[in-house]
């Protein structure tokens, strides 16, 4: 088989590269990557050095459709929706897989226009979609971005080479860049958390792109304190954190059931900063940006109303990890799927057979 993995954005990597590893692992077939080319491209260049990855480099879609046309690749994968898939199936296959298992509508929405088959974490949510798309390929394959972690594979990050003290506990930050709760954490928070070790893992968006440039500025600021590791945009991957961390901080971010899918207390913080438009007689824009079962998901995590709460509930959930327990696994059975670290398994096995 030839595979081409569509890398729109450097975030889409950790959910290709164990399907990747897996293709390797089987020798099911060649695969590459087509990056595009932007302001990070130097730090791209290491990663794809470090992952050893067969590479292009673009510098729009339609290039990127160019070179799918002249190839005629038997799988192409995207994590988004692709503007020129009726050209790309005149010579390609193309799969779906999502970055990402979070609260928002975009998840469903991005199925508006179809692949030739979309991989979906779960029976639910493959359920779901069957219902709102009858005439399109959904298999329930699981969420394969986990597999390095359930298979416990040396992917943690080495918190003794980051400074940080392996006596105590350490807490993940790991907001997403809007709505995110990023400006509504005060400049010496980690002062409150001296007693943990704080990874803090943004959205690549919130460390790349300049209108949040005011997130930047509070992530510097908390990167001077002792016990504070803030990711750096090479930092591609949420995995190597989830993988050492004991708790996790969130707001409306895929993290949150990432992280509670691996059995692991959650915080879940219910203050965002919102934008105008999306504030008083527009909060409908935030609802509508939210998935309709943003609700149901909801009690996989302890809520933090306002910032006040969070050090008492952090303390808490460190102390009794085990009070959430049931809820999590539950629900990470309906959010992430089969958690037996076989998801790129089943996917790459799909591929060969179809």
């Known amino acids: 088989m030839r595979i081409i993995f569509d890398v729109l954005h450097l975030y889409y990597l950790p959910q290709y590269l164990p399907v990747y590893q897996e293709l390797k692992k089987k020798s099911a077939g060649k695969a590459t990557f087509v990056f595009y080319k932007g302001i990070h491209d130097e730090i791209i260049q290491k990663i794809i050095e470090q992952e050893q990855l067969e590479h292009i480099w673009v510098n729009n879609e339609q290039q990127a459709t160019e070179h799918y046309l002249a190839v005629k690749a038997d799988w192409i994968f995207f994590a988004n929706s692709f503007p020129f898939l009726d050209k790309v199936h005149q010579v390609s296959k193309s799969v779906q897989l999502g970055h990402g298992i979070g609260p928002k509508a975009s998840y469903y929405t991005k199925s508006d226009t179809p692949t030739t088959v979309r991989f979906v974490e779960g029976q639910h949510r493959t359920d779901r979609f069957r219902e709102m798309y009858p005439q399109d390929t959904f298999i329930n394959v699981g969420f394969c971005k986990l597999d390095p972690i359930i298979n416990h594979e040396p992917v943690g990050l080495d918190l003794e080479k980051l400074g940080l ?190």
């Open 165 to 354: 003290d392996l006596d105590k506990p350490t807490l993940l930050y790991a907001p997403t860049f809007y709505p995110s709760s990023i400006e509504c954490f005060p400049k010496n928070w980690p002062e409150t958390f001296n007693a943990y070790n704080i990874l803090i893992k943004p959205h690549y968006f919130s460390l790349s792109k300049e209108k949040y440039h005011q997130q930047q500025a509070l992530l510097k600021h908390w990167q001077t304190y002792k016990n504070v590791y803030l990711a750096e945009v090479t930092d591609y991957s949420l995995v190597p954190f989830m993988a050492v961390a004991d708790v996790l901080i969130s707001d409306a971010s895929s993290a949150l059931f990432e992280f509670a899918a691996l059995n692991k207390p959650v915080i879940w913080c219910d203050f965002l900063k919102l934008r105008w438009s999306y504030r008083g007689i527009f909060s409908y824009r935030f609802k509508k940006r939210m998935d309709q079962d943003y609700g149901a998901y909801a009690d996989i995590a302890v809520h933090a109303k306002k910032y006040s709460e969070l050090k008492m509930i952090v303390d808490q959930q460190m102390t009794k990890p085990e009070m959430l327990e049931s809820v999590r696994l539950s629900m990470a059975e309906k959010l992430a799927g089969k958690l037996d670290g076989k998801a790129s398994e089943r996917i790459v096995h799909y591929l060969q057979n179809n």
